[in-house]
């Protein structure tokens, strides 16, 4: 085991050596949940690919089961100038189905459109400033998106933060009962430059309703927990692993948040 740890420790640093005096055309997203200010130079063309599992609890013949749930998503992005960002989602998911022994076959979920747009040029504010806004037509939700993306340099950190909200509307989109919900999901952390390539941080986010009366799903769930990023350039990973600090005991079947949440993100240069 200890030789092949090393193995790959000595890999990474081999990749992670050439890639130094690479100019990073990329923007990667060195905390998952957290968008940067940096947007694309005009005329590129970037892929970003998102994983998300959380473990859940379904009840079957057999008792209850712990099973894990899964998203996944496919993000195009385009510059459009070197301050204006658009981007393409298409979204898949998988929920383990109590009906069928747990089993969670992925489905198509629907598409989402964004803008990114900053407002100056790095170290001209005291912070660096850019919005975002975004439209979701999901199966299950229709919702707009909007963000102010905050974000400083001191030395070797990077404190990144997104103000985060969402309107959205429910199934069934034709009815009467329809209710729109306003979600916030906040965001916050930092990284720390090791070298150019490795970036490890920690970060905290948040998603929920506000107010009384609401069931576990809607009420705010907190996350908080460490991350890592490697950046070759025009071809960077992270990774983040968050404890709910709702609650880190077995979740009750329906419920959508585990005890555990990770989000991986692969992302390249076209």
Request: include cysteine; charge should be negative.
């Amino acid at each position: 085991m200890n030789v092949t740890f090393k193995f790959f420790a000595c890999l990474l640093v081999a990749v992670g050596s050439l890639s130094i005096g690479a100019t990073a055309r990329a923007t990667p997203v060195p905390l998952p949940f957290t968008y940067p200010y940096e947007t694309l130079q005009k005329g590129q063309l970037e892929d970003e690919l998102y994983g998300d599992m959380t473990p859940l609890r379904v009840q079957t013949t057999a008792g209850f089961r712990s099973e894990p749930s899964y998203a996944l998503q496919n993000e195009l992005e385009l510059g459009v100038t070197d301050r204006v960002e658009l981007a393409w989602y298409q979204v898949f998911e998988a929920t383990p189905n109590a009906t069928d022994g747990g089993s969670n076959t992925m489905t198509f979920d629907g598409f989402k459109w964004r803008a990114r747009v900053r407002l100056a040029e790095a170290g001209q504010w005291p912070l660096d400033v850019a919005l975002y806004f975004e439209l979701e037509t999901l199966h299950d939700e229709w919702s707009l998106e909007e963000k102010v993306i905050l974000a400083k340099r001191f030395d070797l950190f990077h404190w990144m933060a997104n103000l985060w909200v969402e309107q959205e509307l429910a199934r069934p989109f034709d009815s009467g009962q329809r209710q729109l919900h306003f979600v916030v999901n906040p965001t916050t952390g930092i990284t720390y430059e090791v070298a150019p390539w490795f970036q490890p941080g920690i970060e905290y986010w948040a998603r929920g309703e506000l107010g009384s009366g609401l069931d576990v799903n809607e009420r705010v769930h907190h996350f908080f927990g460490p991350t890592v990023h490697f950046d070759w350039g025009k071809l960077w990973w992270s990774l983040g692993v968050y404890a709910d600090l709702n609650n880190m005991g077995a979740p009750q079947p329906g419920e959508i948040y585990g005890p555990v949440w990770m989000r991986t993100l692969l992302g390249f240069t076209l």
